[in-house]
């Protein structure tokens, strides 16, 4: 089975200061990563994920992630944070099932980021 | 086009109380899935359906818990004898059979309270 750990359950930032948001997964085959947010009062939504290749992905809002298969690491960037960055974001992994669309998902308890101006 | 709908967004009921909570996935979905998001914690598996295959739940809490989907639209998860501790936010997500490891769509959720 696998698992996911977000070490920061908190992390407030100020306002145009770089942010990074860790997670770390445990898996013994390959996993798919993602990052999802949750703003206030909202659903959650994809913010980027990692299949295959490049290990620097980038997403949505300026956010880019790094897979770091050695360390197990799938940690969140962002160079200048913005007061509307303020959610909770979410690590989560996927198993490669070999091509199948079985994509349950093994979330982390969840990264609350507060940017204060 | 139409996001994932849930339906209530708000359920307060008596510990007791059998409940029934619906979710509309996005139209051509065949993948959907209940997750349970507990006060101050992650998302927890639920349970999966894709198809017509059989479902996995093997995230199901107890046999209290069941879900039911009617070909590759609406589902809806019921909860029996409901607890304190089943309080949470109960999301659905669905996702393109076509991504196998694709984005899924969650839908803004039920807030379930027991008391």
């Known amino acids: 089975a696998q698992s996911v750990t977000q070490l920061d359950s908190q992390v407030p930032v100020f306002e145009e200061a770089p942010v990074e948001l860790r997670c770390n997964y445990s898996?013994?085959?390959?996993?798919?990563l993602f990052w999802y947010v949750q703003y206030p009062n909202q659903g959650l939504q994809l913010l980027l994920k990692?299949?295959?290749?490049?290990?620097l992905v980038k997403g949505i809002n300026g956010f880019e992630a790094e897979f770091n298969k050695s360390q197990t690491s799938f940690h969140l960037r962002k160079p200048s944070v913005h007061i509307s960055d303020t959610a909770e974001y979410f690590c989560?992994?996927?198993?490669?099932?070999?091509?199948?669309?079985?994509?349950?998902?093994?979330f982390g308890q969840g990264t609350i980021l507060t940017v204060h101006p | 086009g139409a996001g994932v709908s849930q339906s209530p967004s708000n359920k307060v009921t008596e510990k007791g109380k059998d409940v029934e909570l619906r979710c509309d996935p996005i139209?051509?979905?065949?993948?959907l899935y209940w997750y349970r998001q507990r006060l101050g914690q992650g998302l927890e598996f639920l349970i999966y359906?894709?198809?017509?295959?059989?479902?996995?739940k093997s995230g199901l809490p107890s046999d209290r818990f069941s879900a039911e989907r009617t070909g590759e639209s609406v589902s809806t998860l019921t909860i029996q004898r409901t607890q304190q501790e089943d309080s949470a936010v109960y999301l659905c997500?669905?996702?393109?059979?076509?991504?196998?490891?694709?984005?899924?769509?969650f839908g803004p959720g039920t807030r379930l309270t027991v008391t």
């Open positions: 898996s013994s085959v390959s996993v798919y």
């Open positions: 990692y299949l295959s290749g490049s290990t």
């Open positions: 997500a669905s996702s393109d059979r076509d991504f196998s490891a694709g984005e899924q769509y």
């Open positions: 139209s051509g979905h065949t993948a």
């Open positions: 359906f894709q198809g017509n295959s059989a479902p996995d």
């Open positions: 989560a992994v996927s198993v490669d099932a070999g091509g199948t669309s079985y994509g349950k998902l093994t």
